[in-house]
């Protein structure tokens, strides 16, 4: 579904990200992690298309969206969940996802119906109904978290890049958002997630890429990377011979 070949970024004489290849297979949630500063997020403003890389190509389906802008690259599929998050706040949350609704082409959103019915069975979905005309403003975190990927997902994206979906968010919350991202993998969705949480990782992914120093450092399935001496010296400085 996703492909990156060969891509590196220099930005002024800083080398951000060295040679990284990998892919993403349809239906796939793949982890990425690493140290901080490892690249992980620019990598995501490479797939996204903020940023352009230096060298190397960005494949989707098998095309090549290297030139893309990232508005045309979310009208081919590609849906981001952001650190910082994307909501409006101002708005309410049955508001924030019509708005996702209404940017569909004409055809989908005559096709699917009643689009406020559809925004009520989406909060349903993710356990917000009942918080359905407050302003997304008063939600925790986690809240916050379950309504950003409800949305992307209501914009017909197919694949999901995650940036650390359960930074500042509550335990119980955090499992509701694992919940809804195995729930999306069971709809054929696509997962790139970046996060520091391995035991959520070990819980929801197929693979993990792990990250240092802009390139990748290695990969393999979750309780393979988590027993790696490489993994360890990465966020431990243990000694790899050990």
């Not at 352009?52 to 849906?79: E, F, K, N, Y």
Request: aromatic share 4%; proline share 3%.
């Amino acid at each position: 579904m996703l492909s990156l070949s060969h891509i590196s970024l220099t930005i002024g004489e800083h080398r951000i990200l060295s040679d990284v290849s990998c892919s993403v297979d349809k239906g796939e949630i793949v982890g990425l992690i690493g140290p901080n500063g490892s690249g992980k997020t620019t990598l995501f403003n490479v797939i996204s298309g903020f940023l352009a890389p230096t060298h190397g190509t960005v494949h989707l389906r098998g095309l090549d969206i290297t030139c893309s802008s990232s508005s045309r690259r979310a009208q081919m599929g590609i849906g981001r969940v952001f650190q910082n998050f994307g909501i409006f706040r101002e708005m309410t949350l049955e508001e924030n996802v019509l708005v996702a609704l209404e940017a569909l082409p004409k055809a989908d959103r005559t096709q699917r119906g009643n689009l406020r019915k559809i925004a009520g069975e989406t909060l349903e979905m993710v356990g917000l109904q009942s918080h359905a005309k407050q302003k997304a403003g008063s939600l925790s975190g986690g809240q916050m978290r379950l309504l950003e990927i409800a949305r992307t997902l209501m914009s017909g994206k197919e694949v999901f890049l995650l940036d650390e979906p359960t930074a500042g968010v509550s335990p119980k919350l955090t499992q509701q958002v694992a919940d809804l991202i195995l729930q999306l993998k069971k709809q054929g969705k696509t997962i790139l997630v970046v996060e520091h949480d391995l035991p959520f990782i070990s819980h929801v992914c197929d693979r993990v890429i792990v990250m240092d120093v802009g390139r990748v450092a290695l990969t393999g399935k979750p309780d393979e990377v988590k027993k790696s001496k490489e993994l360890r010296e990465l966020y431990f400085g243990a000694d790899p011979t050990t």
